[in-house]
């Protein structure tokens, strides 16, 4: 498996019965005339943290795309707290609570922190303040005069995700926000995971870092060829380790 810096591992919840937040049934998507995504199903609870794994090119960055509409086309099912948005576009699915973080974090360079901060509408009430951000990241309040350029990778990783804590999404889409970034800023990254997840987040996260989440998600689905075709829990992590090395190729 991948190696990263140790990070603390979360229990799964064992309370009560979760409102569902995400229900995927039959999705379909294409880029053009590249049928990408061939049925994918599965569901996300409140306050869960699920991982997408899988090879690349299996579609989970497709997955987490389709959901927010920036996919060229679509078909199925996905259900936000029992609305249907696979017919929505963009704009009006992030204000169903849904942030998506992508893989190339997409903050403006030539602002500042604070700049980036300030630009992201409130879409759903309760997003976080400006203040509430600078508390959850010491480092983004010590640049908040630094443009964009001038920070680190993972700076620039943190800035990305705050600006959508920002708009007041609850459930939050990340796109391999590991990759690439020191052993020491990988355990930061997993300390904000594990604290948006007991403020009662919902976090759905496409990682290729298995070491960073394993000990982060309840749930895991991998991912083979635009379908899922593997869940398994946190608990059952141990049985599944030979699968794991044969899905992943790790």
């Known amino acids: 498996m991948q190696s990263a810096a140790s990070t603390p591992a979360v229990a799964p919840s064992t309370g009560g019965a979760r409102r569902r937040f995400l229900e995927v049934s039959d999705l379909h998507a294409w880029y053009g005339e590249s049928h990408v995504l061939h049925g994918v199903n599965f569901t ?19 997955t987490l795309r389709a959901i927010m509409g920036l996919t060229g086309s679509r078909k199925g099912s996905i259900k ?40 992201p509408p409130v879409l759903v009430k309760g997003g976080m303040s400006v203040e509430q951000i600078y508390t959850m990241f010491p480092n983004l309040r010590e640049r908040a005069a630094s443009q964009g350029t001038r920070l680190s990778g993972g700076e620039q990783q943190m800035l990305a995700v705050a600006r959508i804590l920002r708009t007041g999404a609850r459930l939050l ?70 699968k794991l090395r044969e899905y992943l190729g790790v």
């Open 44 to 62: 996300v609870d409140e306050g869960e943290v699920v991982t997408l794994l899988g090879r690349n090119g299996a579609g989970r960055t497709t």
């Open 80 to 119: 936000v707290h029992d609305t249907e948005s696979v017919g929505l576009p963009t704009h009006r699915i992030a204000r169903l609570g849904i942030g998506y973080c992508p893989e190339e974090r997409g903050i403006f360079s030539s602002l500042s922190t604070q700049e980036n901060l300030m630009l």
């Open 173 to 242: 889409l990340l796109d391999e926000i590991s990759e690439g970034l020191a052993p020491v800023i990988v355990q930061k990254l997993a300390e904000m995971v594990t604290t948006l997840r007991r403020q009662g987040y919902t976090i759905v996260m496409v990682e290729q870092n298995f070491r960073f989440a394993a000990p982060l998600a309840d749930r895991f689905l991998v991912m083979e060829h635009g379908r899922v075709i593997e869940e398994f829990t946190q608990a059952q992590l141990p049985q599944h380790s030979q």
